[in-house]
Each structure stands twice: as C-alpha cells, then as structure tokens.
C-alpha cells in the first residue's frame, strides 16, 4: 500500500516536471493578438501538414498553422521552441536533446496571407540570462521580414548584450520557419491559407 503510494507521487511529480517542458500551442498573447487583428468570435487554429523532407532535414521543435476566425483562416502561425545553451557555449548540439540542461523559450511567429512576419513575440522564456529579446520594442524589428532580404545580427537585427546566444537562436529559427512557410505555399502551386479581404 504504501509501494503503491510512493509510486503515484512520484509518477505525479515526474510528469509534472515533463510537462513543465511541453510546448503551449494555444499561447495567451497569440490568442488576444488575433482578436484584436481578425475575430470576434472563436478563434480556429487548424494544423498544417509538413511534408517528410521538412520534418526530416529542419528538426522543427513546433508546428505551423493556419489561424483565424471560422472559415476565415487569413493568417499563419508557427509556435515552436528554441534551445539556447547556457553562458560559456554548447558542446553538443542544443537540437539533440530538448530536456537536457539546455535552456529554452517558446515563441510565436504570425505571418499575413503574403508571407510577412507581423509580428514575434516569446511567450515562455526558461533561460536565465538575455530576457532582453522578450522585450516587444526589440521583437518589432521582425515585423516586415517576408525571407526575401536578409536577416543579420548587427545589421538589420540589433544585437543585444548579454543575450547572445539567446538572439542569434531566435534570428536563425525565425529564418528558417519563414523559409518553410514560403515552401509550403509555394511548393503546392497555391495558398495553404487565404484572406477574405
């Protein structure tokens, strides 16, 4: 009985600490920021399906959706995480291992019907240095970016003292997914989400 017991605090307390570690895909200022932009009612984030090459060679720690009000699914969303190592550097990758002593944060991208960040936002910061990057001002910097010109720390992304790991992680990922998203609404000849306006 008490076996039994012990058993069920400690199943309790370990899956309390995993789940500490899972992803949010229903993000707080997400939601809010798409009421304000679109919706008056319910809003639908419907999942987009990745071909097997993107999951395979990208690694993604997230998921792509597209995001709206009903049938109106006018924008897309990538909420994922990134790993960050701590202060002194990585000696293996941080893509390997997502509960290792690695930090993270979980962020959010949303992008209009053309493909343009409107904004980026972190929602769940777990690093204990470079909280700067969470600041909206500095996040503003993104809005605009469509993949089509560059995106470079210290040059059209200001650097950020103390934080650089944490910002060259986010410029790199934010790369990447909006690559992605453009080939996926390029590669099949059509939107994957469209705009009624």
Known sequence: MIAAALFIIFSSAFSSIVDGHEINFRPGPLMRELKELDCSGEIKLTEMALPLSDKATEKIKGKFFTAGCG????????????????????????????????????????????????????????????????AKGWLKQFAGFDGSGLLRVGKEIDSVSGATVSVYSLVNDIRQKTDILIRLNTGTGNKIYKSSK
């Open 71 to 134: 049938d109106n699914q006018a924008f897309a969303v990538y909420i994922g995480r990134v790993n960050s190592c701590r202060i002194g550097g990585c000696s293996t990758s941080v893509a390997d291992d997502p509960l290792s002593e690695y930090e993270f944060f979980d962020y959010y991208i949303l992008f209009d019907s053309r493909n343009r960040i409107i904004s980026v936002r972190i929602f769940n910061y777990e690093a204990t240095h470079g909280q700067e990057i969470t």
